[in-house]
């Protein structure tokens, strides 16, 4: 196993530890919204300092609650877990922010609004809400594109999303129905089982990128099985809403428990979605405990994490089949190989995993042409937040959380790359903010293997 898979963050459970904070503030100069929004007391205050005083300062004396949290604007927490990377005394800040983000969502708030709030938590009740509404969705867009982006628009307001956020359109085909039609049971009966979890954007809005996950694997001679899960809790958490995500991580320890037994026990079980690796990895025993869910947890592994480990061989292989090319892989005489310049944003999720450059390591080594660096005003949060930057609420805030990053991004703008990202909502904030195309780095490891003959490394 490579060095680097050998360093990614344990499962362990892990505690906040608030006592050990040692004030030196490095978890406020790299947490991008106490840079940004002059409401929001910081890391250090609404992690360690709030926690101690959670209880009241002295017995007989009343602890801190809702409004405290509120004021202190513990809600406007990105749950980006940088904070967690910074700090030298270990102290799993935003686990304690996240706390306080939950207290400051227990105050009473107008009925609509909360009852809105609820649905975009709940993405699995969300995401079914839009799957049985993908056939006229599909119709209107398919005979009037504008009429389709209208009532779109119209629909996001109407949960909540700001005006500027436009909703994914609808899939063709959905994951499940694509995966099922696209399986070889006794083709593939030999090889060794991988788990996919797909994550909600992958299973609802966007079949793009587990598709090619799932070729990918397969090219590397995995036999995927896609699990039958719902969502990881990550939206949940993102709007502080404990209690559902540590419903969503029960029900997921229990579904994959019994099918990776069901399929021999130890299978791994790989995500595209660094939010959902992160919860499924790091909060599901924080949250839920041990037993199984830290079989469970421990079995987890991000998707470009587990190509650039245990499936490196296999995907090498795949690689190195004979090209049509020759062995050079240049492309004959008179015909120019189209490349389409590329860049890599690590989301914080995926560092907070301990594994944020994998993937562009693994497509240098593949040879994948077209490489360009943002450099290092890049290398930080894009605002987004989960849910937060796609509210009318969080918006702003998410521009101007991630303005430095989204900046870099558009420095490139005149070479054209696509900006590749594992994370859903980063590439939703990228593209929106900077105009520029992109695409999680599988998709262009899967046209890659799909074009070898061509040499090509364009993507859709
Ligand atoms: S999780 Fe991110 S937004 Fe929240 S306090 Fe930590 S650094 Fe700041
Ligand atoms: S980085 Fe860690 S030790 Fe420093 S103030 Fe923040 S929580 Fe305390």
């Given at each position: 196993m490579s060095a680097a898979v050998r360093g990614r963050v344990s499962s362990e459970r892990r505690l906040p530890?608030?006592?050990?904070?040692?004030?030196?503030s490095s978890c406020v100069a790299v947490c991008p919204v106490a840079s940004s929004d002059g409401r929001f007391a910081g890391p250090k205050v609404l992690g360690p300092a709030f926690e101690r005083l959670l209880a009241g300062p002295w017995p007989g004396e009343p602890g801190l609650g809702p409004r405290d949290a509120e004021r202190l604007g513990a809600?406007?927490?990105?749950?980006?877990h940088l904070c967690d990377l910074a700090c030298p005394a270990g102290v799993e800040v935003s686990s304690l922010t996240r706390r306080a983000k939950a207290l400051a969502r227990r105050l009473p708030r107008g009925g609509y609004r909360r009852l809105m709030d609820d649905l975009l938590a709940d993405q699995e009740r969300f995401g079914r809400l839009a799957a049985a509404v993908r056939w006229p969705r599909s119709l209107l867009h398919g005979t009037s594109p504008w009429l389709g982006r209208t009532v779109d628009g119209f629909a996001g307001r109407l949960v909540g999303?700001?005006?500027a956020r436009r909703l994914p359109r609808p899939p063709r085909q959905p994951f499940r129905a694509w995966f099922e039609a696209t399986r070889r049971p006794r083709e593939e009966r030999d090889r060794q089982p991988v788990i996919l979890f797909v994550g909600c954007h992958g299973r609802f809005h966007d079949p793009v990128v587990p598709r090619a996950a799932v070729e990918v694997l397969r090219s590397a001679g995995y036999r995927v099985v896609a699990a039958q899960e719902v969502c990881c809790g990550s939206p949940a958490l993102s709007v502080g809403d404990e209690g559902r995500a540590r419903d969503s991580l029960e029900a997921n320890a229990r579904l994959l428990d019994h099918l990776s037994t069901r399929l021999g026990g130890g299978v791994p079980i790989v995500s595209p979605c660094p939010s959902c690796s992160l919860s499924l990895r790091r909060l599901l025993p924080e949250l839920i405990g041990d037993g199984p869910a830290r079989a469970v947890a421990d079995a987890v592994w991000d998707l470009g994490e587990f190509l650039a480990g245990p499936a490196r061989v296999g995907l090498e292989q795949a690689f190195d089949r004979p090209r049509h090319w020759g062995d050079d892989g240049a492309p004959p005489s008179g015909e120019e190989a189209a490349v389409t310049p590329w860049t890599y944003h690590a989301s914080c999720h995926l560092r907070a995993l301990g594994v944020g450059k994998l993937f562009p390591a693994l497509l240098s080594s593949l040879e994948v042409p077209g490489r360009l660096d943002a450099g290092p005003?890049?290398?930080?949060?894009?605002?987004?937040?989960g849910l937060t930057g796609l509210t009318r609420e969080g918006y702003d805030l998410s521009l101007a959380a991630g303005a430095r990053v989204l900046e870099a991004y558009r420095s490139l703008a005149a070479a054209g790359p696509v900006v590749l990202s594992d994370c859903p909502a980063c590439r939703w904030q990228i593209a929106e903010a900077t105009g520029l195309k992109t695409a999680h780095p599988v998709e262009l490891l899967a046209a890659r293997l799909r074009d070898r003959a061509g040499g090509r490394n364009s993507i859709g």
């Amino acid at each position: 196993m490579s060095a680097a898979v050998r360093g990614r963050v344990s499962s362990e459970r892990r505690l906040p530890l608030p006592d050990a904070c040692l004030g030196c503030s490095s978890c406020v100069a790299v947490c991008p919204v106490a840079s940004s929004d002059g409401r929001f007391a910081g890391p250090k205050v609404l992690g360690p300092a709030f926690e101690r005083l959670l209880a009241g300062p002295w017995p007989g004396e009343p602890g801190l609650g809702p409004r405290d949290a509120e004021r202190l604007g513990a809600g406007l927490c990105l749950q980006c877990h940088l904070c967690d990377l910074a700090c030298p005394a270990g102290v799993e800040v935003s686990s304690l922010t996240r706390r306080a983000k939950a207290l400051a969502r227990r105050l009473p708030r107008g009925g609509y609004r909360r009852l809105m709030d609820d649905l975009l938590a709940d993405q699995e009740r969300f995401g079914r809400l839009a799957a049985a509404v993908r056939w006229p969705r599909s119709l209107l867009h398919g005979t009037s594109p504008w009429l389709g982006r209208t009532v779109d628009g119209f629909a996001g307001r109407l949960v909540g999303l700001h005006p500027a956020r436009r909703l994914p359109r609808p899939p063709r085909q959905p994951f499940r129905a694509w995966f099922e039609a696209t399986r070889r049971p006794r083709e593939e009966r030999d090889r060794q089982p991988v788990i996919l979890f797909v994550g909600c954007h992958g299973r609802f809005h966007d079949p793009v990128v587990p598709r090619a996950a799932v070729e990918v694997l397969r090219s590397a001679g995995y036999r995927v099985v896609a699990a039958q899960e719902v969502c990881c809790g990550s939206p949940a958490l993102s709007v502080g809403d404990e209690g559902r995500a540590r419903d969503s991580l029960e029900a997921n320890a229990r579904l994959l428990d019994h099918l990776s037994t069901r399929l021999g026990g130890g299978v791994p079980i790989v995500s595209p979605c660094p939010s959902c690796s992160l919860s499924l990895r790091r909060l599901l025993p924080e949250l839920i405990g041990d037993g199984p869910a830290r079989a469970v947890a421990d079995a987890v592994w991000d998707l470009g994490e587990f190509l650039a480990g245990p499936a490196r061989v296999g995907l090498e292989q795949a690689f190195d089949r004979p090209r049509h090319w020759g062995d050079d892989g240049a492309p004959p005489s008179g015909e120019e190989a189209a490349v389409t310049p590329w860049t890599y944003h690590a989301s914080c999720h995926l560092r907070a995993l301990g594994v944020g450059k994998l993937f562009p390591a693994l497509l240098s080594s593949l040879e994948v042409p077209g490489r360009l660096d943002a450099g290092p005003a890049a290398d930080g949060c894009c605002g987004m937040g989960g849910l937060t930057g796609l509210t009318r609420e969080g918006y702003d805030l998410s521009l101007a959380a991630g303005a430095r990053v989204l900046e870099a991004y558009r420095s490139l703008a005149a070479a054209g790359p696509v900006v590749l990202s594992d994370c859903p909502a980063c590439r939703w904030q990228i593209a929106e903010a900077t105009g520029l195309k992109t695409a999680h780095p599988v998709e262009l490891l899967a046209a890659r293997l799909r074009d070898r003959a061509g040499g090509r490394n364009s993507i859709g």
